[in-house]
């Protein structure tokens, strides 16, 4: 099983490509997970936020891997423990299909991302800059996956 996370945005800062780096390596041996940048749609003035969220949403999917089990971050998803998302990764690892997870533009997703979608899976109730989604994404699966190997990186209880 390999995944990979498809996040609308480029350039983004030092700190966030050093820290989703670290957690990405950590991660390498038990879920290989790549990062593709999609461009985000034109918005300003005069322009329509819609039509650039759906933009969007269509490189978004043009990006998914073909089978892979979609996955989008998205506030109003299913929140997961650490320990629940153990229990997610060892059913995704069960059904054999790579996985895609999504982080949307600034208005979230297009409603033909949300409905391709197998889950919806939200961090938390706090809004967080989508730059800092990649990094929580990639330390939580790697938690996840550690807590499956029974390595001492997480030590919840």
């Known amino acids: ?5 498809i996040a609308v945005g480029t350039s983004m800062p030092a700190w966030v490509q050093e820290g989703y780096a670290e957690y990405v390596k950590r ?10 940048e999609v461009t985000p ?3 300003g003035k005069g322009r329509d936020a819609r039509r650039a969220m759906e933009d969007e949403g269509e490189r978004v999917l043009a990006a ?3 089978g892979a089990r979609i996955i989008v971050l998205d506030g109003g998803g ?3 423990s650490s320990e629940r998302l153990a229990l997610r990764m060892e ?3 069960g059904m054999g299909q790579d996985l895609a997870f999504l982080i949307g533009g600034p208005e979230g997703h297009a409603p033909a991302v949300l409905g391709a979608a197998a889950e919806s ?3 938390g109730p706090l809004t967080l800059p989508h730059p800092l989604v990649r990094v929580v994404l990639a330390e ?3 938690r996840a996956a550690s807590i499956l190997a029974n390595h001492p990186y997480h030590r919840g209880g």
């Not at 099983?1 to 996370?5: G, N, S, Y």
């Not at 991660?27 to 593709?36: D, I, K, N, R, T």
């Open 140 to 142: 939580q699966l790697y």
């Open 41 to 43: 749609g034109t918005r």
């Open 121 to 123: 899976w939200s961090l």
């Open 27 to 36: 991660l390498s041996h038990w879920l290989p997970l790549e990062l593709v």
């Open 64 to 66: 998914v891997g073909k």
């Open 1 to 5: 099983m390999k995944a990979r996370l």
């Open 91 to 93: 059913a995704w690892r």
């Open 78 to 80: 299913r929140g997961h």
